[in-house]
C-alpha cells in the first residue's frame, strides 16, 4: 500500500514539478500514471521508492514514511524500480551477475541469491542467457533482465518509469506480458508512460498534467473524458478515438478498449440498425 | 561492428587452471615475475619457460591466442636486443666493426632481456587468458580487502573496474553511431595532418562525454534503487574458496620457483 500525502516537488529554481498530489494505491493493483513530457510523471515515480524526498507532504510505503533515512533500504526493496534506458541500469558484465546485484547488496546468503536468481531469470524467460555479456542483449532482452534483477529483491511493488519507451514492437510486447503474469502473481504494479494504448491495459489510470493530478479512475471513465485529457496533451488510444469518431459520424456506440470490444459494439449496432 | 568485441581475452575453457581461484592465480603470477626478474642463467630460463608452456598445455589454451598477445611485442623486443647488444660492453669482443662492437657480455644480456620480455608477457596473458574479467577483479577485491583498515578502497575500485567493463562495448557502440551521424553530416575525420585528425574528433568526444554522463547519472540511480549502499553488509553469489587444487597448484609453482633459484645460488 502506497500513500501520497499532499505531496509536493521542485526542482531547484523551477515551477513546482509535483502539486499538491495525493492518491492511494492499494496491494494488488495494475496503474497507469500517464502524462505529457514535463507532467511530473517521472518526477512522481521517484519519490515511490526515496530516490526523490517530497519537498512537502509524506510519502508512506506499507506505512514507512519515505523521509526517514532509516527506512530507505526497506522501501527500496519493496518498491523495485525499471527505467527507461535498457542500457543504463545494468551494472556488472554478465547477466546472473547483475540480477544478484541486488539481493547482495541487500546481505542475503550466497545460496539463496543463487536461488532467487534462477527464478528470477525464468520468470522473465532469460535463464538461457544466464551468463551472456548484456550488451550482446536486445533492448527488450536487457530490460527483462533489469525486471529480474529487481524479482531477486522481493518486491511487493513494480515500478516501470517509461520502461517499454525506448523499445521495438517485440520486445514491449514480451515486457508489457511479463509485467501482466507478474501483477496476477500479486505484485502491485505501477507503469508510468506515454502510450495511452499500455494505459488502456492497467485497471486504473492517473493522469497528471503540469504537476497536478487531473483524472484518476479506471480506463472507462477517464477515456470519457477527453476534454480533459486533450488539455493535458494526451490523446485517446487508438481504438477508443476511432469509437468517439464513429459516434461523431452518427453511430451511438459505448466506449469500447480494445479491437475486438469494438468490433462486437459496431456489430451489435448494425443488427439493431 | 562493435558487437563481437571481447573483453580483455578470456579464452572460454573448464581446465583446471581455468577452475583454480583467481586469488591463487594472482598471487602466483606475482611469484612468477619476481623469479623471472631473478634469474639470471640461460638454462634456468629454459626452466621457467618450460613451466609456462607446461601452464598452457594444462590449461588447453591454443599456441594462436597466446601468440596474439606476444605479437605487439616484437618492436620493443627488436628495440632491446639491438639496444643491449650494443650499449653492454663487457667480455670478450664477438665482433668489431667501426664504432660497432658486440661482446659477449652484450650479446648475453640481449637474449636475457627478450626471454624476461617474452616470458612475464606470456605468463602474465596466460591469467587474462584462463581468468573471466569478473572473477579478476572479484580476486583483486578480495586480496585487496584486508587494505581495507588503512582505508584503501578496495571494494570502490573493484566496482569501478566492474562498470568500466559493463560500459566499454556500451560506448564503443556510441562512439561509432556518433562517428557515423557526424560523417553523414559532412565531418572529415580522415584527412589531414595529425593535429587535424585530432581537432575532427572534438565532435565526436564532446556528445560522447555528455552522454556518458548522462548514463552515470541513470546508472547510480538504478543502483540507488537496487540498495546499493557502498560494501557494508554486501554478500556476494558467488563466494570464493580456496580447493585442494589451489594448495597443489601453489605448492607446485612455489617448489618449481624455489628449485631454480637455488640452482642459480
Known amino acids: 500500500m502506497i500513500t501520497l500525502d499532499h505531496v509536493s516537488y521542485q526542482y531547484d529554481r523551477q515551477d513546482a514539478a509535483l502539486n499538491d498530489v495525493s492518491l492511494s494505491i492499494a496491494d494488488g493493483e495494475l496503474v497507469a500514471i500517464v502524462g505529457h513530457n514535463g507532467s511530473g510523471k517521472s518526477t512522481l515515480a521517484k519519490h515511490l521508492n526515496a530516490l526523490l524526498l517530497?519537498?512537502?507532504?509524506?510519502?508512506?510505503?506499507?506505512?514507512?514514511?519515505?523521509?526517514?533515512?532509516?527506512?530507505?533500504?526497506?522501501?527500496?526493496?519493496?518498491?523495485?524500480?525499471v527505467f527507461q534506458n535498457p542500457d543504463n541500469q545494468l551494472v556488472t558484465t554478465?547477466?546472473?551477475?547483475?540480477?544478484a546485484f541486488g539481493p547482495e547488496n541487500l546481505g542475503i546468503p550466497s545460496g539463496e541469491i543463487r536461488r532467487r536468481v534462477d527464478e528470477a531469470l525464468a520468470?522473465?524467460?532469460?535463464?538461457?542467457?544466464?551468463?551472456?555479456?548484456?550488451?550482446?542483449?536486445?533492448?527488450?532482452?536487457?530490460?527483462?533482465?533489469?525486471?529480474?534483477?529487481m524479482l531477486a529483491m522481493n518486491p511487493q511493488v513494480l515500478v516501470l518509469d517509461e520502461a517499454t519507451a525506448m523499445l521495438d514492437p517485440q520486445g514491449r510486447r514480451d515486457?508489457?506480458?511479463?509485467?501482466?503474469?507478474?501483477?496476477?502473481?500479486?505484485?502491485?504494479?505501477?507503469?508510468?508512460?506515454?502510450?495511452?494504448?499500455?494505459?488502456?491495459?492497467?485497471?486504473?489510470?492517473?493522469?497528471?498534467?503540469?504537476?497536478?493530478?487531473?483524472l484518476d479512475g479506471p480506463p472507462r471513465s477517464v477515456f470519457a473524458q477527453e476534454d480533459i485529457l486533450r488539455k493535458a496533451g494526451l490523446d485517446l488510444p487508438p481504438v477508443v478515438r476511432m469509437g468517439a469518431l464513429l459516434n461523431a459520424g452518427g453511430m451511438s456506440l459505448p466506449l469500447c478498449l480494445d479491437v475486438e470490444e469494438l468490433a462486437e459494439a459496431i456489430w451489435q449496432y448494425s443488427c439493431k440498425m | 561492428?562493435?558487437?563481437?568485441?571481447?573483453?580483455?581475452?578470456?579464452?572460454?575453457?573448464?581446465?583446471?587452471?581455468?577452475?583454480?581461484?583467481?586469488?591463487?592465480?594472482?598471487?602466483?603470477?606475482i611469484a612468477y615475475i619476481a623469479a623471472v626478474f631473478l634469474?639470471?642463467?640461460?638454462?634456468?630460463?629454459?626452466?621457467?619457460?618450460?613451466?609456462?608452456?607446461?601452464?598452457?598445455?594444462?590449461?588447453?589454451?591454443?599456441?594462436s591466442y597466446l601468440w596474439r598477445s606476444l605479437k605487439p611485442l616484437r618492436l620493443i623486443l627488436l628495440f632491446m636486443f639491438v639496444l643491449n647488444l650494443l650499449m653492454i660492453q663487457t667480455g670478450d669482443t664477438l665482433f668489431h666493426w667501426g664504432f660497432l662492437r658486440i661482446t659477449e657480455g652484450g650479446l648475453r644480456q640481449a637474449f636475457y632481456i627478450s626471454f624476461?620480455?617474452?616470458?612475464?608477457?606470456?605468463?602474465?596473458?596466460?591469467?587474462?587468458?584462463?581468468?573471466?574479467?569478473?572473477?579478476?577483479t572479484d580476486g583483486l577485491e578480495r586480496l585487496l580487502s584486508p587494505l581495507a583498515v588503512f582505508r584503501f578502497p578496495a571494494h570502490e575500485l573493484a566496482m569501478i573496474m566492474t562498470i568500466a567493463l559493463r560500459f566499454i562495448p556500451t560506448l564503443l557502440e556510441e562512439a561509432d553511431?556518433?562517428?557515423?551521424?557526424?560523417?553523414?553530416?559532412?565531418?572529415?575525420?580522415?584527412?589531414?595532418?595529425?593535429?587535424?585528425?585530432?581537432?575532427?574528433?572534438?565532435?565526436?568526444?564532446?556528445?560522447?562525454?555528455?552522454?556518458?554522463?548522462?548514463?552515470?547519472?541513470?546508472?547510480?540511480?538504478?543502483?540507488?534503487?537496487?540498495?546499493?549502499?557502498?560494501?557494508?553488509?554486501?554478500?556476494?553469489?558467488?563466494?570464493?574458496?580456496?580447493?585442494?587444487?589451489?594448495?597443489?597448484?601453489?605448492?607446485?609453482?612455489?617448489?618449481?620457483?624455489?628449485?631454480?633459484?637455488?640452482?642459480?645460488?
Request: aromatic share 4%; proline share 4%; net charge positive.
Open chain 2, 177 to 265: 553511431k556518433i562517428m557515423k551521424a557526424q560523417l553523414s553530416r559532412g565531418a572529415d575525420l580522415e584527412s589531414g595532418n595529425i593535429f587535424q585528425r585530432a581537432k575532427a574528433m572534438v565532435p565526436i568526444l564532446v556528445p560522447l562525454f555528455i552522454s556518458s554522463f548522462r548514463r552515470a547519472d541513470e546508472l547510480a540511480m538504478a543502483m540507488e534503487s537496487r540498495c546499493y549502499h557502498g560494501s557494508e553488509g554486501r554478500t556476494r553469489m558467488h563466494v570464493l574458496r580456496f580447493s585442494r587444487r589451489d594448495g597443489l597448484a601453489a605448492a607446485v609453482t612455489l617448489g618449481l620457483i624455489a628449485l631454480i633459484l637455488l640452482a642459480q645460488a
Open chain 1, 123 to 149: 520468470a522473465v524467460g532469460m535463464e538461457a542467457f544466464a551468463k551472456k555479456a548484456p550488451h550482446m542483449l536486445s533492448g527488450g532482452q536487457k530490460q527483462r533482465v533489469a525486471i529480474a534483477g
Open chain 1, 175 to 214: 515486457v508489457l506480458e511479463i509485467v501482466g503474469r507478474l501483477h496476477k502473481k500479486g505484485i502491485t504494479v505501477i507503469m508510468i508512460t506515454q502510450h495511452m494504448s499500455e494505459a488502456a491495459l492497467c485497471d486504473r489510470i492517473i493522469v497528471l498534467s503540469g504537476g497536478h493530478m487531473v
Open chain 1, 94 to 99: 554478465i547477466v546472473e551477475e547483475d540480477v
Open chain 1, 54 to 81: 517530497p519537498y512537502a507532504g509524506k510519502v508512506l510505503v506499507d506505512g514507512l514514511d519515505t523521509s526517514d533515512p532509516e527506512n530507505t533500504l526497506a522501501i527500496r526493496q519493496k518498491v523495485g524500480m
Open chain 2, 39 to 63: 634469474v639470471q642463467d640461460m638454462w634456468l630460463f629454459l626452466a621457467v619457460g618450460a613451466f609456462a608452456v607446461g601452464v598452457t598445455l594444462l590449461a588447453r589454451v591454443p599456441a
Open chain 2, 116 to 136: 624476461r620480455l617474452i616470458l612475464l608477457v606470456g605468463g602474465t596473458s596466460l591469467v587474462t587468458l584462463t581468468t573471466t574479467p569478473i572473477a579478476l
Open chain 2, 1 to 29: 561492428m562493435f558487437k563481437d568485441i571481447t573483453l580483455g581475452q578470456y579464452f572460454p575453457g573448464n581446465s583446471p587452471i581455468h577452475r583454480l581461484d583467481p586469488r591463487t592465480k594472482l598471487l602466483l603470477m
